[in-house]
């Protein structure tokens, strides 16, 4: 396919069509050469300079303290999935009771970040597995997904690691997800669709065959409002 444009016009593309490139956080070499300290002293800097670009004034009391906020926010918060020291730690344990049966844990919360405008995604993942002798504290579950969501995202991406991951904890193929999210990209600018929300899964081992597969969207489907 032929497409006319400057370089530019093309990653603009990309990003308004939420296409992702890789299933790996495209992150630089030197990514975690400067301390957590070094980056939010750098991000304030950087964040004071958009705000002064927009005219406003950071004397103001209600805005001072606005760029470091928001510079810690996004080293500890909101981006802090992206240093592999903030990985959860897997604590697997021997499935004893022989359970072999699929374990879903469902409605997950989820909050990311957009890597295209860097705007709020919002929504529940439903992960699933079923054990090949080694189990995982529920909790590890939701985990999981806080850590790879805390990180600019597309949800393609972030389905993927999330199942990647859990593959690897419990040493089995036998992983699925399902995310349905809210993007405010979407929801609260350019085409400003409130209602619509993205599904995407992701299906491994197991849960590529139709009647595995169905079992877990049934449990999705179970009303469990208690
Ligand atoms: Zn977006």
């Known amino acids: 396919m032929k497409t006319e444009g400057t370089l530019e016009d093309h990653f603009e593309q990309i990003g308004e069509d939420h296409i992702s490139s890789s299933e790996e956080t495209p992150l630089r070499k030197d990514a975690f050469v400067l301390s957590d300290e070094e980056k939010i002293e750098r991000i304030n800097t950087n964040v004071k300079e958009i705000m002064l670009t927009l005219g406003l004034n950071l004397d103001d009391d209600s805005l001072k303290g606005t760029p470091n906020r928001v510079a810690k926010m996004f080293v500890k918060e909101i981006f802090g999935g992206l240093h592999p020291d903030r990985k959860p730690k897997s604590s697997t344990f021997d499935n004893k009771y022989k359970y072999g049966e699929m374990l879903v844990e469902k409605n997950i919360t989820l909050y990311s970040t957009c890597e295209h405008h860097l705007l709020p995604i919002v929504g529940r993942a439903h992960v699933a597995y079923i054990s090949k002798g080694t189990v995982v504290g529920l909790s590890k579950m939701n985990r999981i ?55 995407t899964a992701e299906y491994g081992g197991k849960f590529k065959e139709e009647a595995v597969r169905r079992e877990f969207l049934n449990f999705i489907n179970l009303d469990t409002t208690f």
């Open 145 to 199: 997904v806080d850590y790879f969501a805390k990180r600019p995202q597309v949800q393609e991406r972030l389905n993927i690691q999330i199942v990647r991951e859990l593959q690897k904890v419990l040493g089995t193929d036998d992983v699925a997800c399902v995310i349905d999210a809210k993007h405010l990209c979407v929801n609260s600018r350019g085409i400003r669709d409130i209602e619509s929300s993205t599904v």
